[in-house]
């Protein structure tokens, strides 16, 4: 059975970084696609990042381009998302999924499947 694990989520100043994992079991191989979203209460869930399976095709939304970098180590099939620069507005529940990272041109097609629990990220003063 395939299941994420989302860590990492914390309190930070505006300005601050935080590194949220996604540690991923029951995956035969350490390479695996995966988007991450998040939610912010009242909203909508919006894709925020992903990395296909050989991290050939690598994407971001425009809103964390420049800040938010999506990386993976295959030994302990774990993905991440370094956070820096944050901003009020990047406070939310954040999740991982399985999604293919599926790129139309500059545009990611979300298609997740299999969700992780999330983690709260909270940017404050």
């Known amino acids: 059975q395939l299941q994420l694990v989302e860590s990492g989520g914390g309190v930070v100043q505006p300005g601050g970084s935080l590194r949220l994992s996604c540690e991923g079991s029951g995956f035969t191989r350490g390479y695996y696609a995966i988007g991450w979203f998040r939610q912010a209460p009242g909203k909508e869930r919006e894709g925020v990042s992903c990395?296909?399976?050989?991290?050939?095709?690598?994407h971001y939304a425009d809103s964390v381009k420049g800040r938010f970098t999506i990386s993976r180590d295959v030994v302990t099939k774990t993905v991440y998302l370094q956070m820096n620069n944050l901003k009020p507005e990047d406070t939310a529940v954040y999740y991982c999924?399985?999604?293919?990272?599926?790129?139309?041109?500059?545009?990611?097609?979300?298609?997740?499947?299999?969700w992780g629990q999330g983690t709260q990220v909270t940017v404050s003063s």
């Open positions: 990395i296909s399976s050989t991290a050939v095709r690598i």
């Open positions: 999924a399985q999604d293919p990272c599926d790129l139309y041109g500059s545009r990611w097609l979300p298609s997740p499947d299999t």
